[in-house]
Nanobody, 115 residues
Framework: VQLVESGGGMVQPGGSLRLSCAAP????????GNWYRQAPGKQRQLVAS???????NYTDAVKGRFTISADNSRQTIYLQMDNLKPDDTAVYYC??????????WGQGTQVTVAS
């Protein structure tokens, strides 16, 4: 399964971006959808997750600023990022995970927050 990400780019502090992750079929009906990020020199970290029943969780650093969601067909997940900070600069990866048995990754999309 190939996950295709889009929506990254460069934005000033305080700005917004929306990332999209499209699957070839409605896998997020049963797979959890996750967004990870990896900054230079740091480990990849889980930023937000959305269960198949729409339960969302966020790492503390993004709570109140980021929102994860899925479209009605459960074929695409999104990460709305508001009030972006320089510390949010990273490559963002989409992940689909089925009970830690099967998972798929997107190719990554760069997000840069700078003035």
């Amino acid at each position: 399964v190939q996950l295709v990400e889009s929506g990254g780019g460069m934005v000033q502090p305080g700005g917004s971006l929306r990332l999209s992750c499209a699957a070839p079929r409605s896998i997020f009906v049963v797979y959890a959808g996750n967004w990870y990020r990896q900054a230079p020199g740091k480990q990849r970290q889980l930023v937000a997750s959305l269960s198949s029943v729409d339960r969302a969780n966020y790492t503390d650093a993004v709570k109140g600023r980021f929102t994860i969601s899925a479209d009605n067909s459960r074929q695409t997940i999104y990460l709305q990022m508001d009030n972006l900070k320089p510390d949010d600069t990273a490559v963002y990866y989409c992940n689909a995970n089925y009970q830690n048995i099967v998972q798929y990754w997107g190719q990554g999309t760069q997000v840069t927050v700078a003035s």
